[in-house]
């Protein structure tokens, strides 16, 4: 499936306010697609496939081993990609839940010199 038709498919309609909301695995996977070409370019495209995998049952995790790897790679992030990426994360802030289920925005800030417009 492609990443389009993913994030499509990812899209749920709010039927009490009568708006699309993106859900945060949608937008995860929009980020991750913005920035797999840099991937790919790092020789590790198969990074892209392991991470969409880990977006679809661990969205926690997903958004700490995307952060990780860009960091890791000196990926460069689009604005859009890392403007999504501390949408979904500011959602899973630990204070809002346990440490162990949360992040930290350490994790998507460690990107944040890699942002380019």
Known sequence: MSKTKKI???????????????TDAAKLHEALALV????????????????????DQELVIALQVLCNNL??????????????IEEVGRKYLVGEFPEWLGVK?????????QVTD
């Open 36 to 55: 797999s070409a840099a991937f790919a370019q790092a020789g590790v495209a198969w990074r892209v496939r392991d991470i969409a995998s880990l977006i």
């Open 105 to 113: 925005s350490a994790d998507w800030e460690i990107i944040k010199p």
């Open 71 to 84: 960091h890791e790679l000196e990926c460069p992030v689009p604005r859009r990609a890392y403007n999504l």
């Open 8 to 22: 499509q498919r990812d899209k749920r309609k709010d039927t009490a306010h009568g708006a699309s909301v993106i």
